[in-house]
């Protein structure tokens, strides 16, 4: 079956803007789903071939002259600009009508919806602020405290900075209120303390 049919099975959220942390890593997925070194373009980007004309100026190759390797190279940047074009709603798409390159499609829109590398830099020390300050309520269960520090996580994920389950476990398990006590102590006792670490 042709990988372009049977990613049909599984589609990305559309990019609306105010999604983008969620759609960055379901786009990469995607991307590479529909071909694994389609990704790859992402990352280097493409233009098309180039040659020498006799006055010895780089003009662009007629396609109808590619070698192999270029078609295969310009398949696979078109594969991944095709599933960002479809994956995003008509103002995102406004932003990238004229991109032949998916990673300067890629770039336009994470410039976009997350700003500049400064801009990063300042979500993620807010967004470190807030791991650090987190703090289950005492009328919040399990369940609603890990939501929130899965979302913390998620996000610290598509900034470019992953959370080890290490720390992750080691905030769980230092800021739970006084009735887990008993719970976190049998825990710690049996991974011989190495869940502070």
């Not at 499609?105 to 700003?115: N, V």
């Not at 720390?167 to 008993?182: G, H, M, T």
Request: hydrophobic content about 35%; glycine content about 4%.
């Amino acid at each position: 079956m042709d990988s372009l049919a049977s990613s049909a099975a599984f589609r990305p959220p559309v990019l609306d803007g105010s999604n983008y942390a969620l759609w960055k890593v379901k786009m990469r997925m995607f991307i590479k789903y529909i071909e694994e070194r389609a990704w790859q373009r992402v990352l280097d980007g493409w233009s098309p071939p180039r040659t020498v004309d006799n006055d010895g100026d780089s003009i662009s190759k007629p396609e109808s002259t590619w070698s192999n390797d270029e078609v295969q190279i310009s398949n696979l940047n078109s594969k991944a600009l095709n599933a960002i074009f479809t994956s995003v709603d008509i103002n995102m798409f406004s932003l990238i009508t004229n991109c032949i390159s998916t990673k300067e499609a890629w770039d336009i829109l994470q410039k976009h919806c997350e700003g500049s590398e400064s801009v990063r830099r300042t979500k993620f020390r807010m967004l470190t602020s807030k791991f650090e300050n987190l703090r289950m309520e005492e009328n919040e269960t399990i369940v609603e405290y890990d939501r929130r520090l899965r979302d913390i996580e998620n996000e610290a994920f598509s900034l470019g900075d992953p959370m080890s389950n290490e720390r992750l476990v080691s905030k769980v398990l230092r800021f739970l209120p006084e009735r887990f006590n008993i719970k976190i102590c049998a825990i710690d006792e049996s991974n011989q303390g190495h869940l502070y670490t």
